[in-house]
Nanobody, 118 residues
Framework: QVQLVDSGGGLVQPGGSLRLSCAAS???????????MGWYRQAPGKGREFVAD???????NFADSVKGRFTISRAHAENTVYLQMNSLKPEDTTVYYC?????????WGQGTQVTVSS
């Protein structure tokens, strides 16, 4: 019943910025209901890589590769979590997937493409 809708990807030049959004809906879909909510990324033919998340208590975590460049935040009224991506590099290019965890349950967005290129 939980659905995650991620969006905000696109084409940006190196050094530019994008903001990804993940909106939760359905039963137990409140961002307050999840142990953690955030993003993974996965290029075709490669494994899914952790990027960032935020816990229900507001604690944030980042992969070393994005630390200092990405931030994660939440908008309670919109039931949405955001990933602000700054100083983007070509190696950030891939599909980004919203993710939410509720104990033994994992939910995924459909993915949004981020391309960093001149």
């Amino acid at each position: 019943q939980v659905q995650l809708v991620d969006s905000g990807g696109g084409l940006v030049q190196p050094g530019g910025s994008l903001r990804l959004s993940c909106a939760a809906s359905g039963a137990s879909g409140s961002i307050f209901s999840f142990n953690a909510m955030g993003w993974y990324r996965q290029a075709p033919g490669k494994g899914r890589e952790f990027v960032a998340d935020i816990t229900s208590g507001g604690r944030t975590n980042f992969a070393d590769s994005v630390k200092g460049r990405f931030t994660i935040s939440r908008a309670h009224a919109e039931n949405t979590v955001y990933l602000q991506m700054n100083s983007l590099k070509p190696e950030d290019t891939t599909v980004y997937y919203c993710h939410a965890n509720y104990y033994l349950y994992d939910y995924w967005g459909q993915g949004t493409q981020v391309t960093v290129s001149s």
